[in-house]
C-alpha cells in the first residue's frame, strides 16, 4: 500500500474543480466540526442562557463564564483523565509487546496453524465484546479484580487483534536479507526481532501503539461493567456519569467534553499519517 | 513450529484463551442452565441435587427460637416434648453450622432430609393439638420456616436446551434483532455512499484536500461514548439546536420526538452512527482507491469513456476487495452497536447488545443472556460468511 500522503504529492497536475463539488466538500466540513463547535459555545455559557428560550441558541453566549469548567475540574474530571492515561499506556505496552513477538512469527515463519491462528485473531476482531462481558465480570469478581487496573487485561480482547493485524503487515516489508545478515552474526531469533526486526518497524510499532492507545482511550463497556467505583472511571465512563437521574447540566457535560477532546485533537493532529496507515493495515493488499 | 517459536506466540494465545476463548466456551455452559445471580436457589450451576446448606440451618435456628419461647406456655410434659424436638432439630441441622455455601446433595441424603422436615412438621402439630387454646409462637411460624427448608433443597437447574426453546419465542428478541437490523442496514448504505463520495473527492489532487482527512479523522478519534453524548444534547427536546432545526424544517413534529418516539430514536442513532464512522469508510474506500494504477483511467479517457463509465467499469471492479473488507468491519461493527445507543437514550432503540446486557447485567441472568450472545455470535458468522461468499473475496490469502 503506498501512503496516502506520498500519493498526493507525487501527483504533478491539480485538478479545477467545480464549484458544486466545492460546496459539498464545505457542507461536508461543517456538519463534521458543528457539533464540536456547539460544544464549546454551550460550555462558555451560565445555566440559565442554556435553558433559556431565547438565548439557547444564541451563538455568543450573553454572559460567558468559566464556571462550567471549574465546576467539572472540582468534580474530578481529570482525575477521570489520569486514569484513562494509565489504562491506554499500560495496554499500549504490553499489547505491542505481545503484538510484536507473535507478528514476528506469524510473518517469517510458515508452520502448522498459521491460518488458524490468522483466522482465530481476525474472528476474536469480529465477534460481539458483549459475548464475554458476562463470564469475564464473573471471573474477575471470583478473582476480586474488580475495580482495579486488571481492566486493562480484558482490553487484550478489543486490541489485540488488530495491534498484531498490522504488525504483520509491517513485519513482512522488511527484507529477509537483513535478518538472514543478524542470523549469520550470531543473532538468536529473540534478538532479531529485538536488535533488528522491531526498530527498522518502527513507524508500524508506533502506528500500532497509536492504534491500540486510541481504542484503549474510548473502551466503554469493560470499564462500565468491571470498574463500576468512581476511583477507576475512565473519561468515556466518567463523562456520562455527570448525567444524573433527572436533569442533565449541559454546561457541566459540554464544558467536560471539551476538556476530554484536548488529548484525543492532539493525537490526532500529530499522528494522523500514522492513523490513516493504522486504519488501512491489512484492508488492502499489496 | 519450534518451541522456540511457539514460545514467542504463546502470551497472545494466553490472552486469546483467558479473555476470548474461555469466555466463549463459559457463555455456551451458561446457556445451558437457568443461571441467575439474583436468585438464591440458581446463583450458580448445579448438575445434580443441592442444598442451600447456610438458610437450611438458619431455618432450624429459628424454629428452636420460637420453640423456647413456647417452653413457658406450656405444663411439665409439654416442656420435656418440646425439649426432644428442640434437640432432635439441632441434630438435624447441626451438620450444616459451618457452612457457607450451598452443598451438593445426593439422592438418599435429600429423601433423608424430606422426611426429618415432615416428621417435625408431623410433631408441631401434634404439640398444637395437645395444647388448643394456648397461642404457642411456633404455630405462627412453623409453615413458613418448614416450607423455606423445604426450598433449600434445590434441584438441577441444567435446562438443556429450554434456553434456546424460549429464544425462538421471545418475541423481545426478534424485535431486538429487527432493530439491529434496521440500524446495521441504513448506517452502513448511507456510509457507504456518503464514503464513497468523500473517497473520490480525497483522491483527486485538490490543493489543501488534506484538511478535509485531518477534519474526518477527529469523529472517529473521539471515543463513542464521548460523541453520543455530545449528540444526546444537539437532539434535547429544550436546548438542543438539532431537534430545533429540524422541527423547523418540518422533518419532525415537535423538537422531544427524537429521543423519545420509536422512529425519532432510530434516527438519532443512525444520524449520529453516520456522522462518527463515515470518515472511517472513505479512508478505507481510499486506500483502496490509491492502489488503481492511474494508467487505467488515462486509457479509459482515451478510448471516450465518460466519468460514469469509468466508475463502474474500472474503479468499481478494482475496489472490490476493499470494499468487500470495509463493509464487512462497518456491518460487524454497527451490528454490534452498544455505547452509542446506551449513552444517547439509554436503551432505545432495544438492539440485541442493548437486550444482553440488560437480561445479563442488569437482572443478573447469566443463562438466557447467554443465550442471546451466542445468538449474536451466530448472526455475526452469518454476516461474515454472506459477504466471503457472495461478495466472493479472499480475506485470507496471505
Same mark, same amino acid.
Given at each position: 500500500?503506498?501512503?496516502?500522503?506520498?500519493?498526493?504529492?507525487?501527483?504533478?497536475?491539480?485538478?479545477?474543480?467545480?464549484?458544486?463539488?466545492?460546496?459539498?466538500?464545505?457542507?461536508?466540513?461543517?456538519?463534521?466540526?458543528?457539533?464540536?463547535?456547539?460544544? /464549546?459555545?454551550?460550555?462558555?455559557?451560565?445555566?440559565?442562557?442554556?435553558?433559556?428560550?431565547?438565548?439557547?441558541?444564541?451563538?455568543?453566549? *450573553?454572559?460567558?463564564?468559566?464556571?462550567?469548567?471549574?465546576? %467539572?475540574?472540582?468534580?474530578?474530571?481529570?482525575?477521570?483523565?489520569?486514569?484513562?492515561?494509565?489504562?491506554?499506556?499500560?495496554?499500549?505496552?504490553?499489547?505491542?509487546?505481545?503484538?510484536?513477538?507473535?507478528?514476528?512469527?506469524?510473518?517469517?515463519?510458515?508452520?502448522?496453524?498459521?491460518?488458524? /491462528?490468522?483466522?482465530?485473531?481476525?474472528?476474536?476482531?469480529?465477534?460481539?465484546?458483549?459475548?464475554?462481558?458476562?463470564?469475564?465480570?464473573?471471573?474477575?469478581?471470583?478473582?476480586?479484580?474488580?475495580?482495579?487496573?486488571?481492566?486493562?487485561?480484558?482490553?487484550?480482547?478489543?486490541?489485540?487483534?488488530?495491534?498484531?493485524?498490522?504488525?504483520?503487515?509491517?513485519?513482512?516489508?522488511?527484507?529477509?536479507? %537483513?535478518?538472514?545478515?543478524?542470523?549469520?552474526?550470531?543473532?538468536?531469533?529473540?534478538?532479531?526481532?529485538?536488535?533488528?526486526?522491531?526498530?527498522?518497524?518502527?513507524?508500524?510499532?508506533?502506528?500500532?501503539?497509536?492504534?491500540?492507545?486510541?481504542?484503549?482511550?474510548?473502551?466503554?463497556?469493560?470499564?462500565?461493567?468491571?470498574?463500576?467505583?468512581?476511583?477507576?472511571?475512565?473519561?468515556? %465512563?466518567?463523562?456520562?456519569?455527570?448525567?444524573?437521574?433527572?436533569?442533565?447540566?449541559?454546561?457541566?457535560?459540554?464544558?467536560?467534553?471539551?476538556? *476530554?477532546?484536548?488529548?484525543?485533537?492532539?493525537?490526532?493532529?500529530?499522528?494522523?499519517?500514522?492513523? %490513516?496507515?493504522?486504519?488501512?493495515?491489512?484492508? *488492502?493488499?499489496? | 513450529?519450534?518451541?522456540?517459536?511457539?514460545?514467542?506466540?504463546?502470551?497472545?494465545?494466553?490472552?486469546?484463551?483467558?479473555?476470548?476463548?474461555?469466555?466463549?466456551?463459559?457463555?455456551?455452559?451458561?446457556?445451558?442452565?437457568?443461571?441467575?445471580?439474583?436468585?438464591?436457589?440458581?446463583?450458580?450451576?448445579?448438575?445434580?441435587?443441592?442444598?442451600?446448606?447456610?438458610?437450611?440451618?438458619?431455618?432450624?435456628?429459628?424454629?428452636?427460637?420460637?420453640?423456647?419461647?413456647?417452653?413457658?406456655?406450656?405444663?411439665?410434659?409439654?416442656?420435656?416434648?418440646?425439649?426432644?424436638?428442640?434437640?432432635?432439630?439441632?441434630?438435624?441441622?447441626?451438620?450444616?453450622?459451618?457452612?457457607?455455601?450451598?452443598?451438593? #446433595?445426593?439422592?438418599?441424603?435429600?429423601?433423608?432430609?424430606?422426611?426429618?422436615?415432615?416428621?417435625?412438621?408431623?410433631?408441631?402439630?401434634?404439640?398444637?393439638?395437645?395444647?388448643?387454646?394456648?397461642?404457642?409462637?411456633?404455630?405462627?411460624?412453623?409453615?413458613?420456616?418448614?416450607?423455606?427448608?423445604?426450598?433449600?433443597?434445590?434441584?438441577?437447574?441444567?435446562?438443556?436446551?429450554?434456553?434456546?426453546?424460549?429464544?425462538?419465542?421471545?418475541?423481545?428478541?426478534?424485535?431486538?434483532?429487527?432493530?439491529?437490523?434496521?440500524?446495521? $442496514?441504513?448506517?452502513?448504505?448511507?456510509?457507504?455512499?456518503?464514503?464513497?463520495?468523500?473517497?473520490?473527492?480525497?483522491?483527486?489532487?485538490?490543493?489543501?484536500?488534506?484538511?478535509?482527512?485531518?477534519?474526518?479523522?477527529?469523529?472517529?478519534?473521539? =471515543?463513542?461514548?464521548?460523541?453520543?453524548?455530545?449528540?444526546?444534547?444537539?437532539?434535547?427536546?429544550?436546548?438542543?439546536?438539532?431537534?430545533? $432545526?429540524?422541527?423547523?424544517?418540518?422533518?419532525?413534529?415537535?423538537?422531544?420526538?427524537?429521543?423519545?418516539?420509536?422512529?425519532?430514536?432510530?434516527?438519532?442513532?443512525?444520524?449520529?452512527?453516520?456522522?462518527?464512522?463515515? =470518515?472511517?469508510?472513505?479512508?478505507?474506500?481510499?486506500?483502496? #482507491?490509491?492502489?488503481?494504477?492511474?494508467?487505467?483511467?488515462?486509457?479509459?479517457?482515451?478510448?471516450?469513456?465518460?466519468?460514469?463509465?469509468?466508475?463502474?467499469?474500472?474503479?468499481?471492479?478494482?475496489?472490490?476487495?476493499?470494499?468487500?473488507?470495509?463493509?464487512?468491519?462497518?456491518?460487524?461493527?454497527?451490528?454490534?452497536?452498544?455505547?452509542?445507543?446506551?449513552?444517547?437514550?439509554?436503551?432505545?432503540?432495544?438492539?440485541?447488545?442493548?437486550?444482553?446486557?440488560?437480561?445479563?447485567?442488569?437482572?443478573?441472568?447469566?443463562?438466557?443472556?447467554?443465550?442471546?450472545?451466542?445468538?449474536?455470535?451466530?448472526?455475526?458468522?452469518?454476516?461474515?460468511?454472506?459477504?466471503?461468499?457472495?461478495?466472493?473475496?479472499?480475506?485470507?490469502?496471505?
Amino acid at each position: 500500500m503506498t501512503s496516502l500522503a506520498t500519493t498526493k504529492k507525487t501527483t504533478p497536475s491539480r485538478e479545477r474543480l467545480n464549484p458544486l463539488i466545492w460546496l459539498v466538500i464545505a457542507l461536508f466540513l461543517f456538519v463534521m466540526v458543528f457539533p464540536f463547535l456547539w460544544i /464549546l459555545i454551550t460550555s462558555f455559557k451560565p445555566g440559565a442562557e442554556i435553558y433559556g428560550r431565547d438565548t439557547a441558541f444564541r451563538l455568543i453566549a *450573553v454572559n460567558p463564564t468559566i464556571d462550567n469548567y471549574t465546576t %467539572v475540574i472540582n468534580k474530578g474530571i481529570l482525575d477521570a483523565v489520569k486514569n484513562s492515561v494509565i489504562v491506554s499506556l499500560i495496554t499500549t505496552l504490553y499489547v505491542v509487546f505481545v503484538a510484536s513477538m507473535s507478528a514476528y512469527i506469524i510473518a517469517r515463519f510458515s508452520f502448522r496453524g498459521k491460518r488458524m /491462528l490468522m483466522g482465530l485473531i481476525l474472528g476474536i476482531s469480529m465477534f460481539p465484546q458483549m459475548i464475554i462481558i458476562g463470564p469475564v465480570f464473573n471471573m474477575f469478581y471470583n478473582l476480586k479484580m474488580l475495580n482495579s487496573y486488571w481492566v486493562t487485561m480484558a482490553y487484550s480482547t478489543i486490541t489485540l487483534p488488530s495491534a498484531v493485524w498490522i504488525m504483520i503487515a509491517h513485519f513482512k516489508r522488511i527484507p529477509l536479507s %537483513v535478518e538472514e545478515a543478524a542470523r549469520i552474526d550470531g543473532c538468536s531469533q529473540w534478538q532479531a526481532l529485538w536488535i533488528v526486526i522491531f526498530p527498522m518497524a518502527a513507524p508500524g510499532v508506533f502506528t500500532t501503539a497509536i492504534m491500540t492507545f486510541i481504542a484503549a482511550w474510548n473502551e466503554y463497556l469493560l470499564t462500565l461493567t468491571l470498574n463500576s467505583d468512581k476511583a477507576y472511571h475512565t473519561v468515556p %465512563v466518567a463523562i456520562n456519569a455527570l448525567r444524573t437521574q433527572f436533569t442533565i447540566l449541559w454546561g457541566e457535560i459540554t464544558a467536560a467534553t471539551v476538556l *476530554v477532546i484536548i488529548p484525543t485533537l492532539i493525537i490526532v493532529l500529530l499522528f494522523q499519517r500514522q492513523i %490513516v496507515s493504522g486504519i488501512t493495515s491489512g484492508a *488492502v493488499k499489496e | 513450529m519450534t518451541w522456540r517459536q511457539f514460545l514467542f506466540v504463546l502470551p497472545l494465545l494466553l490472552l486469546v484463551s483467558v479473555f476470548s476463548l474461555y469466555p466463549i466456551i463459559t457463555s455456551g455452559v451458561y446457556s445451558f442452565f437457568d443461571y441467575q445471580t439474583n436468585d438464591q436457589t440458581r446463583n450458580a450451576m448445579y448438575t445434580g441435587g443441592h442444598l442451600n446448606a447456610p438458610l437450611f440451618h438458619e431455618d432450624g435456628k429459628y424454629l428452636n427460637f420460637y420453640l423456647k419461647k413456647d417452653l413457658q406456655l406450656v405444663d411439665e410434659p409439654g416442656q420435656a416434648t418440646i425439649a426432644a424436638l428442640q434437640a432432635d432439630i439441632e441434630a438435624a441441622i447441626e451438620p450444616y453450622a459451618q457452612k457457607k455455601e450451598p452443598i451438593t #446433595l445426593p439422592q438418599p441424603e435429600e429423601e433423608r432430609i424430606l422426611a426429618v422436615i415432615g416428621e417435625i412438621r408431623q410433631r408441631i402439630r401434634s404439640l398444637e393439638e395437645a395444647y388448643p387454646g394456648t397461642e404457642l409462637n411456633i404455630s405462627e411460624n412453623a409453615d413458613t420456616l418448614l416450607k423455606e427448608m423445604e426450598t433449600c433443597i434445590v434441584g438441577s437447574n441444567f435446562i438443556g436446551l429450554k434456553g434456546y426453546q424460549r429464544l425462538v419465542g421471545d418475541t423481545r428478541f426478534f424485535a431486538a434483532l429487527r432493530n439491529t437490523l434496521v440500524f446495521t $442496514v441504513i448506517s452502513v448504505f448511507f456510509e457507504l455512499i456518503i464514503g464513497m463520495g468523500l473517497a473520490l473527492v480525497m483522491n483527486r489532487s485538490i490543493r489543501g484536500i488534506g484538511i478535509v482527512r485531518t477534519v474526518s479523522l477527529i469523529p472517529w478519534a473521539i =471515543p463513542t461514548a464521548v460523541s453520543a453524548l455530545i449528540w444526546t444534547y444537539l437532539y434535547d427536546g429544550t436546548s438542543g439546536i438539532v431537534a430545533r $432545526v429540524f422541527t423547523q424544517l418540518g422533518l419532525i413534529a415537535s423538537p422531544e420526538l427524537l429521543l423519545t418516539s420509536a422512529g425519532g430514536t432510530m434516527a438519532a442513532a443512525i444520524i449520529a452512527d453516520v456522522w462518527k464512522t463515515t =470518515p472511517y469508510m472513505a479512508l478505507l474506500l481510499l486506500a483502496g #482507491l490509491q492502489v488503481i494504477d492511474r494508467g487505467l483511467y488515462e486509457s479509459a479517457s482515451v478510448d471516450g469513456a465518460g466519468p460514469m463509465r469509468t466508475f463502474t467499469q474500472i474503479t468499481l471492479p478494482l475496489l472490490k476487495p476493499s470494499l468487500l473488507v470495509a463493509l464487512l468491519f462497518r456491518t460487524l461493527d454497527a451490528f454490534r452497536v452498544y455505547d452509542l445507543i446506551a449513552v444517547l437514550t439509554k436503551g432505545t432503540p432495544e438492539t440485541l447488545s442493548i437486550y444482553a446486557y440488560k437480561v445479563m447485567i442488569g437482572q443478573g441472568n447469566y443463562g438466557y443472556g447467554a443465550v442471546i450472545v451466542l445468538a449474536m455470535f451466530l448472526c455475526v458468522g452469518l454476516i461474515a460468511l454472506l459477504y466471503v461468499k457472495v461478495l466472493g473475496a479472499e480475506l485470507m490469502n496471505d
